[in-house]
């Protein structure tokens, strides 16, 4: 499973390029734009056709989910740190998703809080990173994960060339950023050697 996370800038022709995205096969966009309002998300939302609006994973603003038909809700750290695990359980139980990121394998115990959000069960996908040095982010390095949770998505580096590997690490599936948007017109040709390289 290849996803692909929006570069964080607004990118020119960008619901364009998501539209050819979702048209190649694309089934999760994680659609992240750090500081911007939601007004700024749901603009970039109603440019996109309602037929691929269920591939996208929004972050933050969770009023947002349901109304537009979105795939689900990704917490940021403080979020999740913010937020309840019933109130998530609730948003999964009406069908949506819910993910998160985290860093280190180590950060969930394996019987946490039912308040904090804090076992790997508690969300449908976890954002894992940086498995190699990053593409988008400078001095952002890569770790070693010796115990990958089973719903855990690589992210950090990831390129066609290395998409392959991160699956024989035991990801469930791959996060691609840098390599979609170091250039945006090739987007496509990227999302799609990457999708080769994980089958």
Known sequence: MIWVVTAPDTVPDEASILYDLFSAGLE??????PGWSATEYEALVQNVPPGFRNRIMLAGYPE??????????????????????????????????????????GEFSANGSAMTNNTPSDWDYLLLG???????????????????????IGIGGITPCNAGKVKGM????????????QE???AVEVFMKAKQSWE
């Open 28 to 33: 999760t966009l994680l659609l992240r734009k």
């Open 130 to 152: 940086p498995v190699f040095d990053s593409i988008s982010k400078a001095g952002y390095r890569a770790q070693h994960f010796d115990d990958v949770p089973y719903n855990a």
């Open 64 to 105: 947002l989910v349901e109304p537009y038909g979105l795939k689900g809700l990704h917490l940021s750290e403080r979020l999740r740190g913010i937020i309840p695990s019933r109130e998530t359980a609730v948003f999964r139980a009406s069908g949506f998703f819910v993910s998160t990121s985290i860093h280190s394998a």
């Open 184 to 186: 945006p017109e090739q």
């Open 170 to 181: 035991g990801f469930y599936g791959a996060a691609l950023l840098g390599a979609v948007w």
